[in-house]
């Protein structure tokens, strides 16, 4: 079980990716369920995609 909370990880993950398919399976790898479920908003995807490496 994670301590860390899945959107925040996101978020960290967001910061040295390149697409949300590289953050979920990051955070699958990490042993975070449900991902799709939690990645899959128009909204938290606008927000990612905003940090990702340039």
Request: proline letters at 0%.
């Amino acid at each position: 079980m994670q301590t860390q909370n899945i959107i925040e990880r996101a978020f960290q993950l967001a910061q040295s990716s390149t697409s949300i398919d590289e953050i979920r399976k990051a955070l699958r790898q990490e042993g975070y369920s449900n991902v799709d479920a939690h990645l899959g908003g128009a909204s938290i995807k606008a927000d990612l995609k905003k940090r990702f490496v340039r």
